[in-house]
């Protein structure tokens, strides 16, 4: 007895879709590239930046600072307003000619 198969067959599949490339339009392959290369391009850039950096010499715009006296006498301030608010100690110290270490 041969039988025949009275079932239908399953309908076939609807096609895909196209596919979108990822990556912003590129495909995979080309996104690896171009990060690839931005990212050799900025190690290069930055070794050149570093390595330029460390070999330049200082700018020579040293000026002498203005906290300390260039000539080593200590020069006290009499302003009536500063001496108002100045302790003993410290007026004790700028009447001997020294440096105040005390507010």
Do not use: C, W, Y
């Amino acid at each position: 007895m041969d039988q025949t198969s009275t079932t239908p067959s399953p309908p076939p599949f609807p096609p895909a879709p196209p596919k979108a490339p990822a990556f912003g339009g590129m495909r995979r392959r080309t996104a690896l590239v171009v990060t690839a290369a931005g990212l050799l391009t900025g190690a290069f850039a930055g070794g050149f930046i570093v390595s330029h950096a460390a070999t330049t010499a200082p700018s020579a715009s040293a000026s002498p600072s203005t906290t300390t006296p260039s000539s080593g006498t200590f020069h006290s301030n009499e302003n009536a307003t500063h001496e108002a608010g100045e302790s003993a100690a410290r007026e004790a110290q700028e009447n001997a000619g020294q440096f105040p270490t005390v507010p």
